[in-house]
């Protein structure tokens, strides 16, 4: 159940009890809340300190979304390392090298290296297992996070 705080248009005050947010709009829509004062049914939610909700919000909101940037970051950085670890790097070589492994010209390994977008479109064309390595998201420092 949410207690709302209503308003009319007679800016007469109340309050309503609805089992949700949708059910007050419901209620609201087919003109079910009415003022116990004048009897309208033009209510709407009286707001109750909106500056301080609204920058409350915008700062959990903010501190969520450098929460998910942090984890993507090191998730990114932990499959890298990963890559690193147990790849051979080819360096620019990598679409030679992978065209040789898929062609069975080479002994099957895992390799990581540097590919052009069209490289890469050619060697996913022909079949050629790849994926891009996950890059470290770094943030915009001049994009402000709210
Ligand atoms: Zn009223």
């Excluded at 609805?18 to 059910?23: A, I, K, L, P, Y």
């Excluded at 040789?100 to 390799?111: D, P, T």
């Excluded at 470290?136 to 420092?141: K, S």
Aim: hydrophobic share 35%; glycine share 4%; with cysteine.
């Amino acid at each position: 159940m949410i207690k709302y705080n209503l308003i009319c248009r007679h800016d007469h005050d109340f309050e309503a009890w609805f089992s949700s947010s949708s059910d007050y709009e419901e209620q609201r829509k087919k003109r079910f809340v009415q003022c116990p004062y004048c009897g309208s049914a033009k209510v709407e939610k009286a707001i109750m300190a909106p500056n301080i909700s609204t920058s409350r919000k915008k700062e959990a909101m903010a501190s969520r979304r450098k929460e998910a940037l942090a984890m993507m970051n090191e998730a990114a950085q932990t499959i890298r390392k990963e890559i690193e670890e147990k790849c051979d790097y080819v360096g620019e070589k990598f679409a030679d090298e992978a065209r040789a492994i898929h062609y069975g010209e080479k002994e099957e390994r895992a390799i990581y290296g540097e590919a052009s977008l069209t490289e890469a479109k050619e060697l996913h064309d022909e079949g050629v297992t790849i994926a891009p390595l996950p890059d470290t998201i770094i943030p915009d420092p001049s994009k402000k996070l709210n």
